[in-house]
């Protein structure tokens, strides 16, 4: 696991702990087994890191550029809506 992050009630959506973990690489030839099962997703794709920024919202982003720290650092991120609880003061 390399990230914890409590995010606050916001909009419609009640709080919520999400978590990051490290499963690895994907190799390539198995990007054809994905399937997306339920509905709920009507498609995905692989981004680089700029394109991610782009696209993802800043809490998000704030969570995704903390996980390769952590795993940098051996420690778990426990953060605060995206944000370092140390940095929360």
Known sequence: MLCVDWVPPH???DDLLA???N???LPG???ADIQLLDGEL???EFCDEAQAAERLR???????VAAPAAEHTGRIAY???GHP???QG
Do not use: A
């Open 79 to 81: 953060l605060h809506d």
């Open 11 to 13: 909009g419609p959506w």
């Open 23 to 25: 499963i690895g690489v």
């Open 58 to 64: 800043p809490r998000v982003w704030r969570r995704t």
């Open 85 to 87: 609880l140390d940095s």
């Open 42 to 44: 009507d498609g995905y």
């Open 19 to 21: 978590f990051i973990f």
């Open 29 to 31: 030839d198995r990007v």
